[in-house]
């Protein structure tokens, strides 16, 4: 087991990786903004260091600062959470160089997944079902609308590079195509240096399904079931599930669609967490991509396997063995995250930066909370507005649902404007009750709103 891990990170996913070590008894080392002087990653740690100013390009995502306050505190590995460096195969490769461990996948896979041309191939090869798309980059406007007439429309220009939906257009005639494929071309360089752009058949309001993997350095890889992450907007999730209301039904779905994630994991020869994204619709899924890291949405899957994933990650980029194998994961109960974001849902779901006067997280049966927020801790307007995650478990979908409302009713966040009363709205919907729900979701929810008779009346 290592003696010391530096956090590559901030937020949230930095304290669960600190408590996750002191668990294991490694020490741990923060590195932090002068923004977040005063978080409690950097309070709880066991040394920290503060590596710029605020803007994350001066801070953490320069990858020469962190490994030399990794040599300064002679760190055995380096966990880099979600985000920033996460999935940046040059960062995996310097530790590599320096002799440090990465708590993740290899560069080369990293590499070879993070190309989503590449993945498409890989997946293709490897048995398992993509999309209809094309083969390999589409680079001018005259083979984007060869590939859209063999498609059909509607279709989806994705940079090969994309994430969190960025560079992505989708296009339902050959003048939003042309439009689509140089405002996804300009986006994608902008934010990832990676202009290369594929396309895809766009399949209308389809289930998000992701499958969450572990393979350790001996061959071994195995599936902890699947996530439902239909509940977004504007590709951002709001609210994920654990199991998925399509599998509780179709169990022979769900061994299919873990078989599959498995062969993807394999094709790839990864190693470490990872996420195996499908899309699913009218009885089919299609791999989507694969995320090179641990999820937002990681802590759904703990609450019905009862894996610590954080704890796993760390043991098998030790050198260890996965301590399961699949037979040994059994999925109990159901769990539900709310992604609670400081936004006003009334504003567009404009971020809301500022002071948190109050900050009371719910508490009780079935209930946890992941957040690096206390009250009066001052949110940056620099990174992203998450600043905590309410996880419920329950022994059945209606209980945790149950539990959820209870604990978003109980959550008191005074000073800004957060999601709450948004994801209220969601869990109280009788079709998110019932489990009927998709990629649209959110969209035509806010769009369903009731005629205003009173007005009427008066005219």
Do not use: W
Not at 241 to 253: G, Q, R, T
Not at 339 to 359: H, M, Q, S, V, Y
């Amino acid at each position: 087991m290592f003696n010391k891990i530096l956090i590559a990170n901030r937020g949230e996913i930095a304290l669960r990786i600190i408590r996750a070590c002191r668990e294991l008894g490694v020490r741990t080392v923060a590195v932090y903004s002068q923004a977040d002087a005063d978080s409690l990653p950097v309070r709880l740690a066991d040394e920290a260091v503060c590596i710029g100013p605020a803007q994350s390009a001066s801070s953490y995502l320069l990858i020469d600062r962190i490994l030399s306050v990794a040599a300064i505190c002679d760190v055995d590995a380096i966990h880099p959470g979600f985000g920033f460096l996460a999935e940046n195969a040059y960062f995996a490769e310097a530790c590599r160089k320096h002799g440090i461990t990465f708590i993740g996948p290899t560069p080369e896979a990293m590499r070879a997944l993070g190309d989503k041309a590449v993945a498409r191939s890989t997946m293709k090869k490897a048995g398992v079902p993509i999309t209809p798309g094309s083969d390999g980059l589409i680079e001018t406007e005259e083979q984007a609308l060869a590939m859209a007439e063999k498609l059909k429309y509607p279709v989806i220009i994705k940079a090969v590079a994309g994430g969190g939906g960025r560079g992505m257009r989708i296009a339902h005639n050959n003048a939003s195509l042309i439009q689509g494929f140089h405002a996804a071309k300009s986006e994608a360089e902008n934010a990832f240096g990676n202009g290369d752009l594929y396309m895809e058949k766009f399949i209308v309001n389809p289930r998000h399904i992701e499958v969450q993997i572990i393979g350790d350095n001996y061959g071994h890889v195995v599936h902890l079931g699947e996530r439902d992450c239909s509940m977004q907007r504007r590709n951002q999730k709001l609210v994920e599930e654990s199991p998925s209301p399509v599998m509780i039904a179709n169990p022979k779905l769900r061994e299919e669609i873990g078989k599959a994630a498995v062969r993807a994991a394999k094709a790839a020869n990864y190693t470490n967490a990872g996420t195996i994204e499908f899309l699913y619709s009218e009885g089919q899924f299609y791999f989507m991509e694969m995320n090179t890291r641990i999820q937002v949405e990681h802590p759904v899957t703990e609450m019905v396997t009862g894996v610590d994933l954080i704890k796993e990650m760390i043991r098998v980029a030790a050198g260890e063995k996965l301590s399961f194998s699949q037979k040994d994961i059994v999925l109990q109960g159901h769990a539900i995250e709310c992604r609670i974001n400081a936004e006003d849902p009334k504003r567009n779901f404009a971020p809301c930066p500022g002071t948190l006067t109050t900050f009371i997280p719910p508490g009780g049966r079935g209930v946890r909370v992941d957040t690096h927020s206390y009250s009066g801790y001052k949110i940056p307007p620099y990174y992203d507005s998450m600043i905590g995650k309410l996880i419920v478990h329950g022994n059945t979908r209606a209980e945790a649902l149950a539990i959820c409302r209870r604990a978003l009713s109980e959550f008191i966040i005074e000073g800004v404007k957060t999601t709450i009363p948004f994801q209220l709205k969601i869990i109280n919907h009788k079709d998110f009750a019932a489990g009927k729900y998709d990629t649209g979701f959110v969209e035509k929810m806010l769009l369903d709103k009731k005629p205003d008779t009173k007005n009427k009346e008066k005219k």
